[in-house]
Structure formats: structure tokens, C-alpha cells
Nanobody
Framework: QVQLVESGGGLVQAGDSLRLSCAAS????????VGWFRQAPGKEREFVAT????????RHVDSVEGRFTISRDNAKNTVYLQMDSLKPEDTAVYYC????????????????WGQGTQVTVSS
């Protein structure tokens, strides 16, 4: 079992930056790939980024490529999502999720989820 807690969300203006954190406890976190997803009101949950257990493999959805960066520090059992040049369309609840083995952009592939952190970007 892995427990995940997100933090770092907030209300910012367009063009600002935020860094989300996903802190893990439970089983050896370094064995797990982690993904970030987001869900805006009235929309389906959407893939944002994923990182392998080692950090060597990373993927970002096209809409955030060049603006968001996923990273991890296994010594701190934490995965980060650095979000720069935020846009109003980035407004959503952001969730981190963990799974054994490889990275995935499909939310049904993830067994463990945090409760989410709200990110609101005003224009």
C-alpha cells in the first residue's frame, strides 16, 4: 500500500509558477512510477505527466510540454510538478498517482491516488 498526499496548489495569475509536491509513505516508493493527472470542472480526468521509478523516463502531455516539468527525489519519497507560465486553462484539481512497473498515461493503470490539490489560474 502506498499513501500519497499532494500539496502546493493555490490561486495564481496567468504567467506565474507553482510547484506541486506528491509525498509518499508506505511501501518503497522508489519501486513505483508516478503520474500527475488533472480534472477541471465538467471535464474528464486528464493525463499531465509521468516519471519512471528511476527518474530516467519522463513524459508530458503536449499541452504542458516546455512549461511543466516532472521530477522526483526518492530519498525524500517525493515527486514534484514544476509548473511555469501557467494559463487559465491549467485550472483544475491536480492528482498524483502511483503504480508498479512502467510509466503510463492511462489513469486506470494507477492503483494509488492522492486526494488532489486545487490549482486556479486567473487571467
Amino acid at each position: 500500500q502506498v499513501q500519497l498526499v499532494e500539496s502546493g496548489g493555490g490561486l495564481v495569475q496567468a504567467g506565474d509558477s507553482l510547484r506541486l509536491s506528491c509525498a509518499a509513505s508506505g511501501r518503497t516508493f522508489s519501486n513505483y512510477a508516478v503520474g500527475w493527472f488533472r480534472q477541471a470542472p465538467g471535464k474528464e480526468r486528464e493525463f499531465v505527466a509521468t516519471i519512471s521509478w528511476s527518474g530516467n523516463t519522463r513524459r508530458h502531455v503536449d499541452s504542458v510540454e516546455g512549461r511543466f516539468t516532472i521530477s522526483r527525489d526518492n530519498a525524500k519519497n517525493t515527486v514534484y510538478l514544476q509548473m511555469d507560465s501557467l494559463k487559465p486553462e491549467d485550472t483544475a484539481v491536480y492528482y498524483c498517482a502511483a503504480r508498479r512497473r512502467t510509466t503510463s498515461s492511462i489513469y486506470n493503470d494507477y492503483a494509488y491516488w492522492g486526494q488532489g490539490t486545487q490549482v486556479t489560474v486567473s487571467s
